[in-house]
């Protein structure tokens, strides 16, 4: 650098050191992921923000490696501010060194001092070994931000390729996740399985989405690069910017009560009759169109974002079409995780119950169903935000409780549809447990098929309703909350110990 006194000698030099940063691993390495179709970090960000909005942190961290391979800054999604990083990996590979995990750091306390989410975009090695001239430890934690920032402000990680390590870790803090179909992600590589357990393995065998879907690390695929960040941009357009906003209203052109015919037809009368409820969820939202969450992880339940008369909501429904809609291990704790995301950032939260209950049996068991059931239910009994409950068709045991079902649990206003099961078991299975003889099962069945007027009796529910005024019933819980919901908005305050 000149030491003169020429302020275009000092800015052609500032201007050299950012080309080279921006040039990443160089033009042969961009110029290889272009031709395979792949984006690299630069573009990756262009392509999920505003036009024209990215303002970059440390482009000249780093020192020998270009911005320490981590692209960094702020910019905008729809006009609101956001905070991100991407790994680079055209540039070592992605690994972390130390002003990367500064940076890393950084943005996530922006992230929280400004209260606006934060997106990580990883692929990459993890930490990198010590390379000469770089600092000692002692400098903060990337990883202690990202996990104070939980329920504070949304945090969304994209896996758009290899991520091990350090950086893999971002995604289960994160509270939604999102891969592409060739991504992976892991402790560690293949290699250093070889190395330490003479394992042979592929990334995708180790970590792709075969493996990190079923095991609930990574929440939802998508097709590519683009397909990913546009999914990134819709997840963010449910939620407000923090835990200090309410979600935004959407006009949707779908806003006011209408009656839904269909759903006679879309719901079996017959309670041992299948059915997908996604097409009753579809019926009653705006427009049609809802965001699933986790739509592979647990598919006896369906958790999704959508919008009815343009609020967003968290929808938690039983899928009959899956193990008859019962709440398995994977289904519970995939559930409690949404509904505390919702509740985090006060999204009203819409239960659709029809199960026959949480999943028995000794493989159940094993996998401790009553430890998942329990979270699940400790996470709805415990949301501050506006609960609308509906029962379709039945609704069993500790399944009804971990739906919201049970009276007197905070909710906004409780539904059910006439004719409707009830009960701590179905007649058959209370019939069998109690070794009862053909008179008392008749009287148990007919009792059963009584039971949502018997709850409605006593208030068990606030009012059955016909099936096709579900939301016009929606929109009315959603009416009566408004004033509540457009008070002062604050992090929840969660106190207790999660099962």
Known sequence: MTDGHDWGETLDDLDSRRQVARAMGGPEKVEVRADAGRLDARSRIDALLDAGTFAEIGTLAGGGAPADALVAGVGAIDGRPVAVGAEDFTTMGGSIGPAASRKRWRIADIARR???PLIMLLEGAGHRPPMPGDPGGGGPGDLQAQGR???LVPMVCGVMGSSAGHGAITAPLCDWSVMTGDAAIFT?????VLASLSEEITKQELGGPAVAVASGVVHNVAADDASLLADVRTYLSFFG?????RPPWVDTGDLEPRRVEEMLEIVPRDANQAYDMRH??????????FFQIQPDFGPSVVCALARIGGHAVGVVANQPAVIAGSIDVDAADKAAHF????DSFHLPLVFLADNPGVLAGSVSERAGILRAGARMFTAQTRARTVKLHVTIRKAYGFGSCVMAMNGYDEQTLSYGFPGA???AMGAQGAGNAVGADDETRAALRQAELESSYRSAAGLGFDELIDPRDLRTALLTGLDLSARRRAGVAEP?????ITP
Not at 188 to 192: I, K
Not at 241 to 245: F, G, L, R, T
Not at 280 to 289: K, L, T
Not at 339 to 342: G, L
């Open 492 to 496: 929840v305050a969660r106190v207790g």
């Open 188 to 192: 560690a590589g293949p290699p250093v």
């Open 421 to 423: 099961t009830l009960g």
């Open 339 to 342: 509904i505390q995301v919702c």
């Open 280 to 289: 009753a969820v579809s019926s009653v939202v705006d427009g049609g169109g």
């Open 241 to 245: 910017s923090s835990a200090w906003e």
């Open 149 to 151: 920032l939980s329920g």
């Open 114 to 116: 400004e209260r606006v």
